[in-house]
């Protein structure tokens, strides 16, 4: 049962962010994780996708040995930035649909500002 109370709280927490954002109009850095992957994805402020990371790339896949750890959110940060960087979007929000800023969601947010994403 407390399974349930904790990712309703989570939902509840991600609604509250994304009416801001829909009101700012932001280009947002999304971010998604789950016990086995890491996903982020830049999305605009009329909902496309414009750039996209995860662990599930061969590209990342190769150069981590887990995919659910703090080691391989670093790598999809860097990634995330480095190609988002390069189609001319620094500036974002950052959305982290409800997680708690601590751990893996923590460790993206510090890598992509360290590759050029600034929020």
């Given at each position: 049962m407390n399974f349930f109370k904790k990712k309703n709280a989570r939902i509840r927490r991600s609604i509250k962010f994304r009416?801001?954002?829909?009101?700012?109009?932001?280009?947002?850095?999304v971010v998604h994780r789950s016990s086995r992957n890491i996903y982020a994805q830049i999305i605009s402020s009329d909902n496309f996708v414009l750039v996209s990371a995860s662990t599930l790339e061969k590209k990342i896949k190769n150069k981590i040995s887990y995919p659910g750890n703090k080691k391989s959110a670093k790598c999809v940060g860097k990634y995330i930035a480095t190609r988002s960087v390069k189609k001319g979007f620094s500036?974002?929000?950052?959305?982290?649909?409800?997680?708690?800023?601590?751990?893996?969601?923590?460790?993206?947010?510090?890598?992509?500002r360290k590759y050029g994403l600034k929020f």
């Open positions: 009416k801001n954002f829909k009101r700012l109009k932001n280009i947002r850095l500036k974002v929000s950052f959305d982290r649909s409800g997680f708690k800023y601590h751990g893996r969601i923590r460790e993206l947010a510090n890598s992509a």
